[in-house]
């Protein structure tokens, strides 16, 4: 049996998000356990120049829910970019997840071969949907949750390899 588009983008996207989720609650825990503001955390970076905690996380569920519908042939949904508490990224996280969970096996037929293209900074983007899925969107999806562990392991959360990868 082969590997459907379906099966190798929408249960590791879920999977990626709920570990994710799980490590944000383990980093607010650790912030409250210490006496600290929990949210302070969220804008934490690991050098200046890069994204801080929130916005590894807002781009994470991007990749996650827009490589989805991408890949189904439906338009990505928006959303905006304005969490400021770990609630907040949780109820960000519980909502693509729910939108994930929607797509069925059979939007993904096909899309292997399906045409993506779309617009960047860097300019306009175009894949096949293997393309995309494999050297796009998975790539991009575990360097931002990645990041995002690394955020909080860097503040002294007592978190683990298996945490990222989960049960």
């Known amino acids: 049996m082969s590997l459907s588009m379906y099966d190798a983008s929408v249960p590791v996207f879920v999977r990626v998000l709920r570990n994710l989720d799980q490590v ?3 980093g607010e825990a650790h912030a409250r356990d210490k006496g600290a503001d929990p949210d ?3 804008q934490s970076r690991l050098i200046f120049d890069m994204l801080p905690l929130v916005r590894q996380v807002q781009i994470a569920t991007d990749m996650a829910t827009r490589g989805a519908s991408r890949l ?3 338009e990505p949904r928006s959303v905006e970019d304005n969490e400021t508490t770990f609630e907040q990224l949780h109820a960000r996280i519980a909502g693509a997840i ?3 969970e929607g797509f069925t096996p059979a939007q993904f037929e096909g899309s292997e071969t399906r045409a993506v293209s779309f617009k960047t ?3 306009e983007l175009k894949f096949d949907g293997q393309g995309y899925l494999l050297t796009y969107v998975l790539p991009n999806l575990y360097f931002h ?3 995002a562990y690394n955020l909080l392991r860097r503040n002294g959360v007592g978190i ?3 945490d990222f990868l989960g049960g």
Do not use: D, I, M
């Open 40 to 42: 302070t955390l969220l």
């Open 98 to 100: 729910a939108h994930l």
């Open 121 to 123: 900074r860097a300019g």
């Open 145 to 147: 949750a990645t990041t």
């Open 72 to 74: 189904a042939g439906v």
């Open 160 to 162: 683990g390899k298996t």
């Open 24 to 26: 944000l609650a383990k």
